[in-house]
């Protein structure tokens, strides 16, 4: 079954002005129920982009081993850590037992009544009473119906007992393996113009790496968090009324959803100002923080669809599933093959013109130009000639005499005269053309892109050369015969 939705026409005219309901994170969460090893890669991967998270925390959070929590090995406060285990040991069907869909439907009565009861002063921070709290939570759970607007119970009752099912629960909404992980989260700052790091939160980053975070939570714990989260954010719009500022909710909230179970403030020392600055940031932003960020989107479609369309960042690299490949745009590829053919048509044509030009320098008389057009032809061993194959002993560079008599020697009795002064000459006509025939082959052997045209213009340049180039060595040559 690889289609992935179906599509149905619907002739009702009554249904189709009905909105269409479209969830970005479809593949998301298809990838993460299907092949949760290769999502949990995926998600890790850009958190480890993000913070910095040493071997012995990268494995607690993948699981791979327990979490080394604080206050574990110490010896301090175990009087109240005994005692906070103790009352955790009476499990019910809802309190005390670990987090499932069950205890979740049951819970989220107490939220939705909260919901329409978010004026009450002192909201979560004023205790209720222990006489109603205990009715209800025995009606929690025994599994049966509670009719919270009957007025028998009050906000302040509710919203204790919600707070007490967050702490009996065996350990915190946020789980203990991501505790370092939200340590790390709490430091990540911006930097100024020099790269020095400030006191400045970064915000962007710090959203980014809670929703990485919040994406490999287990269901039940992301579920439960977002109905709270959106709670407390409700609760803080309404601080005019409630006195409760996301902050303050954050004080309330931080030592059940986030501190690990058995330790106490005296365990976590200078963590706990991060710790409720994290809570309190989470409350803030929690309207952002459950969706999956635009590359982990795209990550996910494209390891269903196979879609070539690369519309993501450097992060979409990451994926490495089987079924992930390259990525590169048709349109590229087309591009990029008419452009191999016309370097290869060209290189060819120019290679062809060369080798010509060199069997005829190759077929001269024996002379002093000839040695000196082969000596050119082999400083250039990306010409491609049949010279390249044929051995020269290279021989001392011969000067000119530019003198009176040295040109009356030349004319009477025709042959050159050698001189052993050491200055250099301007470079002759041949010299010159062969350079600029080998910058051309250089230039048409290069990868760069070029158009129809300027190939065109390319290639009558260079047949111009070699016909110039061949018509100078022939007069050359019927002038020494």
Same mark, same amino acid.
């Given at each position: 079954?690889?289609?992935?939705?179906?599509?149905?026409?619907?002739?009702?005219?009554?249904?189709?002005?009905?909105?269409?309901?479209?969830?970005?994170?479809?593949?998301?969460?298809?990838?993460?129920?299907?092949?949760?090893?290769?999502?949990?890669?995926?998600?890790?991967?850009?958190?480890?982009?993000?913070?910095?998270?040493?071997?012995?925390?990268?494995?607690?959070?993948?699981?791979?081993?327990?979490?080394?929590?604080?206050?574990?090995?110490?010896?301090?406060?175990?009087?109240?850590?005994?005692?906070?285990?103790?009352?955790?040991?009476?499990?019910?069907?809802?309190?005390?037992?670990?987090?499932?869909?069950?205890?979740?439907?049951?819970?989220?009565?107490?939220?939705?009544?909260?919901?329409?009861?978010?004026?009450?002063?002192?909201?979560?921070?004023?205790?209720?009473?222990?006489?109603?709290?205990?009715?209800?939570?025995?009606?929690?759970?025994?599994?049966?119906?509670?009719?919270?607007?009957?007025?028998?119970?009050?906000?302040?009752?509710?919203?204790?007992?919600?707070?007490?099912?967050?702490?009996?629960?065996?350990?915190?909404?946020?789980?203990?393996?991501?505790?370092?992980?939200?340590?790390?989260?709490?430091?990540?700052? &911006?930097?100024?113009? *020099?790269?020095? +790091?400030? =006191?400045?939160? #970064?915000?962007?980053? /710090?959203? !980014?790496?809670? %929703?990485?975070?919040?994406?490999?939570?287990?269901?039940?714990?992301?579920?439960?968090?977002?109905?709270?989260?959106?709670?407390?954010?409700?609760?803080?719009?309404?601080?005019?009324?409630?006195?409760?500022?996301?902050?303050?909710?954050?004080?309330?909230?931080?030592?059940?959803?986030?501190?690990?179970?058995?330790?106490?403030?005296?365990?976590?020392?200078?963590?706990?100002?991060?710790?409720?600055?994290?809570?309190?940031?989470?409350?803030?932003?929690?309207?952002?923080?459950?969706?999956?960020?635009?590359?982990?989107?795209?990550?996910?479609?494209?390891?269903?669809?196979?879609?070539?369309?690369?519309?993501?960042?450097?992060?979409?690299?990451?994926?490495?599933?089987?079924?992930?490949?390259? &990525?590169?745009?048709? *349109?590229?590829? +087309?591009? =990029?093959?008419? #452009?191999?053919?016309? /370097?290869? !048509?060209?290189? %060819?044509?120019?290679?062809?013109?060369?080798?010509?030009?060199?069997?005829?320098?190759?077929?001269?008389?024996?002379?002093?130009?000839?040695?000196?057009?082969?000596?050119?032809?082999?400083?250039?061993?990306?010409?491609?000639?049949?010279?390249?194959?044929?051995?020269?002993?290279?021989?001392?560079?011969?000067?000119?005499?530019?003198?009176?008599?040295?040109?009356?020697?030349?004319?009477?009795?025709?042959?050159?005269?050698?001189?052993?002064?050491?200055?250099?000459?301007?470079?002759?006509?041949?010299?010159?053309?062969?350079?600029?025939?080998?910058?051309?082959?250089?230039?048409?052997?290069?990868?760069?892109?070029?158009?129809?045209?300027?190939?065109?213009?390319?290639?009558?340049?260079?047949?111009?050369?070699?016909?110039?180039?061949?018509?100078?060595?022939?007069?050359?040559?019927?002038?020494?015969?």
């Amino acid at each position: 079954s690889d289609a992935i939705c179906n599509f149905v026409i619907c002739n009702d005219s009554s249904l189709r002005s009905q909105p269409i309901i479209f969830n970005p994170d479809f593949f998301v969460e298809k990838l993460r129920h299907e092949k949760p090893e290769v999502f949990t890669e995926l998600v890790v991967s850009n958190i480890t982009r993000l913070i910095d998270l040493p071997g012995a925390e990268l494995a607690q959070l993948m699981g791979e081993e327990d979490p080394k929590l604080p206050g574990a090995n110490s010896t301090a406060s175990g009087f109240f850590r005994s005692l906070m285990s103790l009352k955790r040991k009476e499990k019910g069907v809802v309190f005390g037992s670990p987090l499932t869909e069950e205890g979740i439907a049951q819970v989220s009565q107490l939220i939705e009544y909260l919901h329409k009861n978010l004026r009450a002063e002192g909201l979560f921070r004023v205790p209720g009473n222990s006489i109603r709290q205990q009715i209800l939570k025995d009606a929690l759970n025994s599994g049966t119906d509670i009719d919270l607007d009957s007025g028998e119970f009050h906000s302040n009752d509710v919203a204790t007992l919600l707070k007490m099912f967050l702490g009996e629960l065996p350990e915190p909404l946020l789980t203990h393996k991501h505790f370092h992980a939200h340590l790390k989260i709490a430091d990540l700052t &911006l930097f100024d113009e *020099k790269g020095n +790091k400030t =006191s400045t939160p #970064d915000k962007e980053r /710090q959203i !980014e790496a809670l %929703q990485l975070l919040f994406l490999i939570l287990p269901a039940p714990n992301r579920s439960l968090l977002k109905l709270l989260l959106d709670l407390l954010y409700q609760t803080a719009k309404k601080q005019d009324k409630n006195k409760m500022s996301a902050h303050n909710l954050a004080l309330m909230f931080a030592p059940h959803i986030l501190w690990p179970r058995n330790v106490t403030a005296n365990d976590l020392q200078e963590n706990i100002t991060k710790l409720n600055n994290g809570v309190t940031f989470m409350i803030k932003h929690s309207q952002k923080l459950f969706k999956a960020p635009a590359y982990i989107r795209e990550c996910a479609r494209l390891h269903y669809l196979g879609s070539r369309a690369h519309t993501s960042k450097d992060d979409l690299d990451l994926l490495t599933s089987p079924g992930s490949k390259e &990525l590169q745009p048709l *349109k590229s590829q +087309k591009r =990029s093959r008419l #452009d191999t053919c016309h /370097q290869e !048509e060209t290189q %060819q044509r120019t290679e062809e013109a060369l080798k010509e030009l060199f069997r005829h320098v190759h077929n001269m008389p024996d002379s002093a130009k000839k040695k000196k057009l082969i000596r050119q032809f082999n400083k250039h061993p990306t010409a491609l000639t049949p010279g390249s194959d044929v051995p020269t002993s290279p021989a001392p560079r011969r000067t000119r005499s530019r003198s009176f008599s040295g040109l009356i020697k030349r004319k009477v009795l025709g042959t050159p005269v050698i001189l052993e002064r050491k200055s250099r000459d301007a470079t002759p006509e041949p010299e010159r053309v062969s350079k600029e025939n080998v910058h051309l082959l250089q230039k048409c052997g290069s990868p760069a892109h070029m158009c129809r045209a300027k190939v065109k213009s390319l290639e009558g340049r260079k047949e111009e050369s070699c016909r110039r180039m061949r018509a100078h060595l022939l007069s050359k040559d019927s002038s020494s015969l």
